[in-house]
């Protein structure tokens, strides 16, 4: 039924809707009008946007522009609530979208408002704690696949986004890195991802407190300029503050810097992993062309705002990066920096050589960090079940589509052996 569009609403900004409009020979303020219907109502075929002339509808699918909305489909439910996506685009490329309904804790000790809440609302982990945080049984499946339109809107809700399909970086734990990067999105796509999802949930920015965070599948870094006009649509069309944005880079210096001088922008994570070259070049080759010395100067330097901190993740390997030496060489590493870890035990997944580390050494290694005044957080993993959860993150179609883990999806998630 679709023709192949030439062009896509979705993905255009406001100059970019004006000039098309003026060409058209409408009025400036019908730009306006698509804004509104494209960004704010996430309306998905032309017929919908009712405020523009029917002629001008008709006139815009003739010459092959359309919306471009993202497509769901498929949408897999984690015990925890956590929902995967499978969204797809017009080429027929997908990608993995996820919504934490409770947020994922990534934000606690940032010095917002959203990490407060974070801290306090039990979504991060106090070391022992850490692991087996699934609920033991799968009661409710129903209420989260199809909730209530009467609900209680959500308070922290995060959604994780795609800046690529897969992702060319590599990283030895990570298991979209075995697909290796197919294409780059376009921002439209990016945008769409988010779009598709507040529509699926029935929720809306700016009432509904939305949290984004850029640590999908790729290396948003690597689609530099796409992800850069993706946020800005997400701030000036969807409504989603820049503060409850972040991005995470695996650590492309040039682009550090570069980021640091926009004038709209998420916040900053580096997914840090290891404390010297040796080990994080293991872990991480790209770290063989910026290596820890020329991040860690890059994230000297960025240009913090007020109430901004950076943000290292650190994804812990049992028995590989976690032990104590290794969280006194990373104290040292961010010593005087304004900044904060997030832990991650490992997400384990099929193709990955790595184990999950005890919840003693979880426990050990933020104590280590914290001693140091290093503000450290464990983050829960969310929707391990469906493979969802930070670096599992792989086509649905190529992975989670194996009888399986299909029967994972339904079933709680087995203790760790
Ligand atoms: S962890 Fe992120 S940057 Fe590294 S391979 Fe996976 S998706 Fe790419």
Redesign the pocket.
């Known amino acids: 039924m679709s023709e192949p569009l030439t062009s896509t609403l979705l993905g255009m900004g406001r100059d970019e809707l004006t000039a098309l409009v003026s060409e058209a020979g409408e009025p400036s303020y019908r730009g306006k009008q698509i804004m509104e219907a494209v960004y704010r109502q996430r309306v998905e075929t032309l017929e919908e946007i009712s405020t523009l002339p029917q002629g001008f509808r008709e006139k815009l699918a003739a010459s092959g522009v359309g919306v471009g909305a993202a497509r769901i489909e498929q949408k897999l439910l984690s015990v925890d609530g956590t929902v995967r996506y499978l969204i797809g685009f017009g080429d027929g490329q997908s990608v993995e979208t996820v919504w934490m309904p409770e947020g994922d804790g990534g934000e606690a000790g940032d010095g917002s408002d959203a990490g407060v809440e974070a801290e306090s609302s039990g979504l991060v982990a106090s070391g022992a704690e850490a692991q087996f945080p699934m609920p033991d049984s799968d009661a409710g499946l129903e209420g989260l696949l199809h909730p209530p339109q009467n609900r209680v809107r959500p308070g922290r809700s995060t959604i994780c986004i795609s800046s690529q399909v897969g ?5 030895q ?2 298991l ?2 075995l697909l290796g990067v197919k294409r780059n999105l376009t921002a439209g796509e990016i945008v769409g991802q988010v779009c598709a999802v507040l529509k699926d949930q029935g929720v809306s920015p700016p009432e509904d407190r939305i949290n984004l965070v850029f ?5 948003p870094f690597l689609n530099y300029e796409n992800f850069i006009k993706a946020s800005r649509l997400l701030v000036e069309g969807v409504g989603i503050a820049e503060r409850r944005m972040t991005v ?1 880079t ?1 650590g492309i210096v040039p682009r550090i810097r570069e980021f640091g001088e926009e004038k709209i922008r998420p916040k900053l994570a580096i ?1 840090l992993n290891a404390p010297n070259d040796e080990l994080r070049t293991r872990l ?1 080759p790209l770290n063989k062309k910026w290596n820890l010395e020329m991040l860690m100067v890059a994230a000297r330097e960025f240009p913090l705002r007020t109430r901004e901190w950076i943000t290292f993740e650190y994804v812990l390997l049992g028995g590989v990066n976690d032990l104590p030496e290794n969280a006194r060489e990373v104290a040292e590493l961010l010593r005087g920096l304004r900044c904060k870890v997030n832990l991650i035990a490992l997400n384990p997944g099929p193709g990955i050589e790595f184990t999950t580390p005890s919840a003693e050494r979880v426990a050990a290694f933020q104590n280590i960090l914290r001693g140091a005044g290093i503000p450290a957080f464990v983050r829960r993993p969310r929707g391990r079940d469906i493979y969802a959860a930070c ?1 599992q ?1 792989k086509r649905t179609v190529e992975v989670a589509t194996s009888p399986e883990l299909q029967l994972q999806a339904i079933s709680p998630l087995a203790p760790e052996g």
């Open positions: 992702c060319a970086v590599d990283c734990f990570c979209t890195a640590m999908g599948m790729g290396e995470s695996a997914s991480m670096g993150l």
